[in-house]
């Protein structure tokens, strides 16, 4: 029997996911900070073993020949298997909650916004700003499965790799490790321009974590539902979505669902959305 848990109006979901959102961000900052103090380098380890794509990346090494890549260590898997957990009971929720480089993303979507043109944002109304634009329906059709097409390279890579696959082009040490080299940089760039320009680029089309954690959505038992009875279909929750899953309604298990519960803050319906457990 599904139990819905109930949520009451005078509680901001949105503010309580910013707040755990920044606190994440500055947790991740203050790693980045630990890594480069002086006299810390020999026992703070290196920035790449707080990272759960880190333990994807090690997995087959140290399957296969009893040792992990170099900069990570077992530290990895005790966070991924953390991450995974939150997978199980919650889909991709780390993504929407947890993340640093989405909540980065969702910052300078909202610095796009007001710097072409919106004054104020209202609530389940499409933006008149011209960005974050999107991608023409088609090529974001397409260009949505890159980021399992590069999970399978960094898991392929990793077979004989040394250091992790990724890490000479990963965004978030190119955002918090503070030891940028000349292609880091050319990341980091490259992040903050796409970041402005689409909403969420890298989560959509790029990020390998998201694409191993996006099965994730199809069965775990703490999700939202609509209720089709009541639902009036008028497209406030579809204005939301910052991975401009379209129609939502139709869509509550979609692969790019990030559970950032936008949706159910925004639905203007009672009890045409809710969140289940079960």
Known sequence: MAQKQQTKKTVSLTK????????FVLGTFL????????????????FDVFCPMGGIETFFPYL??????????????AILIGVL???????????????????????FAGWARRLSGEKRHIRGKRSKARFPTTLPPKVDRWARYLKYLVLLAILAGSVAAVYPPLRTICPARAVFSFQLTPLLASVLLTFVITSLLVKRFWCKYLCPLGAALSIFNKFAP?????NQDRCPHCGRCDAECPMDITPIPENMRSLECIQCLECLETCAVKDAIGLYLG
Do not use: Y
Request: with cysteine.
């Open 16 to 23: 309580i996911r910013h707040i755990i959102q920044n606190i």
């Open 31 to 46: 790693l980045g900070v630990r890594h480069v103090m002086p006299g810390r380098e020999s026992t703070a380890g290196a």
């Open 64 to 77: 296969l020949h009893g040792h992990t890549l170099k900069t990570t260590n077992l530290l990895n898997f």
């Open 85 to 107: 957990a939150v997978a199980i009971l919650s889909g991709r929720s780390f993504c929407g909650w947890m993340c640093p480089l989405g909540t980065l993303q969702d910052m």
């Open 222 to 226: 703490l999700r939202v539902k609509i």
